[in-house]
C-alpha cells in the first residue's frame, strides 16, 4: 500500500447552527490523505484528478451550504417537494428560521457540528469519487491560524448565480485595520468581537423587524430563501454583502469614528481572499 497526501486541497465556506451560538459562519481548510495500490501511471492518483474529483465532490456537497444537526434536541425539520423548512430553538437569544431548496443544506446525521462531524459525514462522499484502487480516504479540517483578529459572519448573496445565492452560508475571516499606515489592533479586536457570530443581512432583503425579531427573504436563481433570527444577531448593509461592500462598510465606520484620517481595512472572505477599502479625509477636513 501507498499513501498520497494533498495539504489545503480546498477550502469548505459554510454555516452551522450552534445550541450555544446560533447561527456560525465557518471556514475549514480540507487536508486529504489517499491510501492505495498504485495505478498503471505508478500513482495512488493522479494530483490532478485529485484536485478535480475530490474538490468537486465537496463543492457539490458541503461548501456554502447550512449544516444542520439532525439529532439536535432543538430543532424541528419540515420537508416539501421544493423546500426544507427548520426551526432550531438552541440559542438564548432565541430560535433561528430558515427555509430554502432542499440544495442548501447539509444534514448531518450527528446532534452537534464540529470539524470531526463533518469529517465523518464527507468519508462516504469523498470515498465514493476515488478509483477502487484507493482503499482509504482520510479527511482532516482545520481552521487557519490567525494570530490577530477574526469573526464568523453568515450572509447570502441573491444576485449571485452560484453558491453564495444561499441566504446562510458563511465565513471565518480575518481583519486588518490601519490608521494613517499604522495597523490598529485594538480596533481590529473591537470590531471583531462585536462581530463574533453576525448574520450581515441587505436592507431591501429585509421584511420585518418586529419583537426583537429580523426576517430576510429573496428569490435567487435556485429558488425562495428565507431566514429569521434574532436581531442581535444581526447587522443591516444598505448594500449587497459581498467582502467589497463589507470592507467599505467597515471602512466608513472607522473614518467616521477617526475623522481626518486614512484608513484601510482589509477585510477576508474565509481563507486568503478578501478586499481591501481605503477611506482619506477631505481636503476639508
Not at 95 to 109: E, G, M, N, V
Not at 232 to 256: G, K, N, R
Request: proline share 4%; net charge negative; charged share 25%.
Amino acid at each position: 500500500m501507498s499513501c498520497l497526501f494533498v495539504e489545503q486541497l480546498t477550502v469548505i465556506d459554510c454555516a452551522y447552527l450552534d445550541a450555544a451560538r446560533g447561527l456560525v459562519g465557518e471556514s475549514w481548510i480540507v487536508d486529504i490523505e489517499l491510501e492505495g495500490e498504485l495505478d498503471p501511471q505508478s500513482m495512488v492518483l493522479d494530483f490532478g484528478d485529485v484536485k478535480k474529483q475530490l474538490k468537486r465532490a465537496i463543492d457539490h456537497s458541503v461548501d456554502h451550504s447550512l449544516l444542520v444537526p439532525l439529532r439536535a434536541a432543538g430543532l424541528r425539520l419540515q420537508r416539501g417537494a421544493d423546500y426544507i423548512e427548520l426551526a432550531f430553538s438552541g440559542p438564548a437569544a432565541g430560535a433561528i428560521q430558515h427555509r430554502s431548496p432542499p440544495q442548501a443544506l447539509s444534514l448531518l446525521d450527528t446532534d452537534v457540528i464540529t470539524a470531526e462531524s463533518l469529517a465523518i459525514h464527507l468519508q462516504p462522499i469523498l470515498a465514493a469519487a476515488v478509483p477502487a484502487n484507493v482503499s482509504a480516504v482520510r479527511i482532516n479540517l482545520r481552521n487557519e491560524v490567525i494570530s490577530g483578529a477574526y469573526y464568523h459572519y453568515t450572509h447570502g448573496l441573491k444576485k449571485h448565480n452560484g453558491q453564495c445565492q444561499r441566504i446562510a452560508h458563511g465565513h471565518r475571516s480575518r481583519l486588518e485595520i490601519r490608521v494613517d499606515g499604522v495597523r490598529n489592533s485594538a480596533l481590529e479586536a473591537q470590531q471583531a468581537a462585536r462581530w463574533r457570530d453576525i448574520y450581515l443581512g441587505t436592507r431591501a432583503d429585509q421584511v420585518s423587524h418586529r419583537d426583537g425579531r429580523r426576517r430576510f427573504e429573496y428569490t435567487a436563481a435556485e429558488g425562495r430563501f428565507e431566514i429569521e433570527l434574532p436581531d442581535v444577531f444581526c447587522e443591516l448593509l444598505d448594500t449587497d454583502t459581498t467582502v467589497e461592500c463589507i470592507a467599505e462598510h467597515l471602512a466608513q465606520q472607522v473614518s467616521a469614528a477617526l475623522p481626518r484620517t486614512a484608513v484601510d481595512v482589509r477585510a477576508y472572505e474565509g481563507v486568503m481572499k478578501g478586499a481591501i477599502a481605503r477611506c482619506r479625509p477631505t481636503a476639508r477636513d
